[in-house]
Structure formats: C-alpha cells, structure tokens
C-alpha cells in the first residue's frame, strides 16, 4: 500500500483518522500502532514477526543499556543485530555475487525478499537505542510506545528517518487540533501532487531514456534531466506527504528536503537533500569517528567511510557503492579546495556546475549496473549520434513538463505565494485562509485521483530501500 494509491487514500487513510479522532486520548497510540502494523501486513505479511521482533529485541537492548552495567557491550550487540538484519535481507545476495565473481565461481545466490522498509525501520531502532546510550534519551518501559515510534506508518517505509529524540515527548503528550488537522491535509496533498502529476509523468521520459537502445545525445540528456527532477518530486513528495500525515495524527516530523537544487556546492546539496539521513550518519557516524577534529586527512578518510555506507545504503550494488564514492571524492575535493576559494567563482556558474555533478551522479544511481553506466555516459557524449526523430518527439512533448517542473524545484511558487496576501493567509486561521486550504487539498486530490484511476503506472524509488 502506497500512499499515492486509491486503497490507501480511500479506503485506510479514512477509516484510520474517523477511529482517532473518535477514541479517548489515551486510546490514539493503540489506534495509531494497530493502524501501523495493518498498513505494513498489507504490504509485506510475511515479514511482519521479522519488524515485530527486531522492535522487541530493540525494546530489550534499550532496557539493558539504561541500566548502566556492560551498557558498552549491549550497544555492540544491538548495533551488531541491526546490522545483521540488514546485511542477511539486503546484501546477503550482493555479497555471493561479488565473492562469486571474485573467485570465478558459479555460487548459489540466496534469493532472499528485501522486506518493506527495512533500511528505515532498522535505522530508527538503531537511533533509539544509541540515543538511550548517550542519555539523550531515557529507556522506553512501554513496548507498545517503542513499537509506535519504529512501525508509525506515515514513515515507516520511505522515511524521513525519525529520531527517537524528536518525538519522544510527542509519543507522551501531543496536541491534535482542527488547525494542525488542515495543516497536514495541505501538505499532504501537496506532496501527493508532486509524485502523481509531476513525478510520475516525469518517469515516463527517463525510463524512455535509460531502457532504450542506441539512445542518442538529445535523448539521454532530456532524460537524466528528467530523472532529476522525478527522484527530487518523487522522494521529496512522499517525504511532504510522510510530515503531512504525521500532523494529521499530532506529530511534527523534521523537515527532509529543502530545495536541494538551487545549490551552489555539493556539500549544500547535501545539506538539502535527504536531510534526516545526512544527519544520521553525521551523529552516529562521522562523529564518533573523530568527525573534522583530528586533521585533515582522518576527516577526508571520515567521509570517504560515511559515503560508502550512504551508497550502500541506497542499494546493494557495486553502481551505488561507487555513486557514494563519487560523492565523498566530490565533498572531499570541495574541503580540500576550501569554501573561500569556491565563493570567488562567479553563483551562477557555481550553481550550474553543481546540478551538473548532481546530474552525472544520477546516472550512476539509475542506470542497470556497470554496463548500463558506461552505455549511457557514452550516449549523453554522442556515441549514437546528437538527435533522431523520437528525440525530437521527446523534446516536443516534455519540454513543457520539464520547465515546469525545473521552476517547482525552486523556492519561486512559495516565494510568489507568500507576496500575495490571498496565498499569504494559506495558513492563518481566516475564511480565506482556510477556504484556500481546502481548494487546494480537494483540488489535487480530485485531480491526482483522476490521474491514478486512469493509469497503472505509479513507481515509487525509494519504496524498497
């Protein structure tokens, strides 16, 4: 169940907020934790005891870490279990083939399910844990209280990873309003938008793109662009509807994207981008292996490790561990060179090299393996010629979608909002405010729900990482 699908906008996500809103305070959690674990089993039964019992592992190893006795050992071993999880569902397969290809042996592959958001269930427990450590965070004595913050189905399969920190007061006590209610209905319905009208479409061009044969130039630009700006609208849109939903039921998520491109270096990139992962392996990673404090080469060694692992985390792959290589040699190059240096070049050129790089690193990402890399490098430099006639058909048809989108990818729609004192009231508790409010929930909802009624087609990238 996906959150831009028909079952979940008209038939779970209704029946889940008419029982919250009808049950005592003190019932919501039960109603939001049974919803969580009906919206994973949904999805992904069979593995439902797999995320059950690595929550009640995790409830455990937070218990024993609070009690302050071999509390160093039991992190190792949390740390070591979760890891396990992952690497036994998620790269047992990768490993074999590498080893495989290594001895130049025919191995048997174990052809294990990736269960459903495995990547971030098991690095919010991990969170959970490491916080009790640290004493940021006292250990949990409810289970079911632990068992919301892991399983809580706004994030539970695409993120953004919560902190156990940032809503451990919010699992105590938080306060659900009319106003807060509408607040999450707008952003939810603005991040269904940005994956159904314009994600979706998008895809179509860079699938065109990527899956074809002998692409020419013109093609294999418009569609990396294309995939551009469809992984931005596509995560960022679950992420906006993921926040959405979460203040629908009470919750305030940190935010996860913040207009990654308008930057003008790949270190704000980062920043932008995928915000609550950046900060996970920032916290529990690159700092507690000494960060930037102990010289310059144990910090460019620092995050050349963490960029490994933030590629790996993204796939099982050797095309993804290189496109985290990619971008920790770009970062390190960045320290290297030093912000000053980099301030003396012209913004605007600054900003277009940056997309640039962005733009070769998507390759990497997207393309099938490292054939698929090296095909499409060659064709996006001409290999198989600048245009044919389907390129030109491609740039007919979504060049306008493409403009659009590139403009929605920018802080210019708010900023425009904001200067028209209609829009400006959007969110204060007016009858305009709250008449624009609702034109824009029901109208994208209206719309998206035609788009989705009268098409198949609606991936989601990161649905299994």
């Known amino acids: 169940m996906v959150f831009s699908g028909i079952p979940f906008l008209y038939y779970f996500l209704p029946a889940v907020m008419l029982v919250y809103w009808l049950v005592p305070r003190g019932w919501k959690n039960t109603v939001c934790l049974a919803a969580s674990l009906f919206f994973y089993a949904w999805g992904e039964l069979s593995y439902l005891p797999l995320m059950l019992g690595s929550i009640a592992l995790n409830y455990i190893f937070g218990r024993l870490v609070s009690r ?31 080893l495989g290809l290594l001895l130049r042996a025919d191995l048997p592959v174990p052809n294990i399910a990736l269960p459903l958001g495995i990547s ?43 902190r156990y920190t940032t809503v451990m007061e919010q699992i105590e006590r ?26 979706n479409s998008l895809a179509v061009m ?60 790949i270190t704000e990139f980062w920043r932008r981008w995928h915000i609550s992962l950046g900060s996970f392996f920032r916290d529990y990673v690159y700092i507690p292996l000494g960060g930037s404090r102990r010289g310059l080469p144990v910090q460019i060694r620092n995050i050349l490790i963490v960029w490994a692992l933030t590629g790996l985390w993204h796939g099982a792959g050797w095309t993804f561990l290189l496109w985290g290589v990619y971008y920790g040699v770009l970062l390190t190059v960045e320290k290297c060179v030093g912000g000053e240096r980099l301030e003396r070049i012209p913004s605007a050129l600054r900003h277009i090299l940056t997309l640039l790089l962005v733009m070769i690193g998507w390759v990497f990402f997207r393309a099938d393996g490292f ?10 430099l001409g290999a198989n010629g600048f245009a044919n006639s389907m390129a030109i058909v491609y740039l007919h048809d979504y060049l306008p979608a493409l403009i659009v989108a590139a403009i929605g990818a920018t802080p210019l729609v708010r900023t425009v909002a904001r200067r028209i004192v209609g829009c400006r009231r959007l969110g204060e508790d007016t009858n305009l405010g709250w008449l624009l409010r609702g034109a824009v929930c029901w109208t994208s909802l209206a719309v998206c729900t035609i788009m989705l009624v009268n098409s198949t087609y609606n991936p989601f990238i990161y649905f299994r990482f």
Request: hydrophobic share 50%.
């Open 68 to 98: 302050g006795e071999h509390k160093t050992a039991w992190l190792v071993v949390s740390i070591v279990f979760n890891l396990a999880l992952l690497g036994v569902f998620k790269y047992a397969g990768f490993a074999v083939r590498s």
């Open 206 to 265: 860079a699938d065109a793109a990527f899956d074809g044969a002998a692409t020419p130039a013109l093609t294999a630009w418009l569609g990396i662009f294309a995939y551009t700006l469809q992984i931005y609208f596509d995560f960022s849109g679950y992420s906006d509807m993921a926040i959405g939903l979460g203040k629908m039921l009470g919750f305030d998520f940190l935010e996860n994207f913040d207009y990654p491109y308008v930057s003008k270096s």
């Open 371 to 380: 054939a698929g890399v090296t095909s499409y490098f060659a064709a996006m």
């Open 174 to 199: 938080r306060e659900i309003t009319i106003k807060k209610v509408g607040q999450g209905m707008l952003r939810f319905s603005v991040g269904l938008a940005k994956k159904v009208l314009i994600a």
């Open 120 to 162: 971030f269930f098991t690095f919010q427990a991990m969170s959970y844990v490491i916080d009790v450590y640290r004493g940021d965070a006292p250990a949990q004595k409810n289970i079911l209280k632990v068992a919301l913050y892991i399983s809580a189905f706004p994030q539970l399969v695409a993120g953004p990873i919560v």
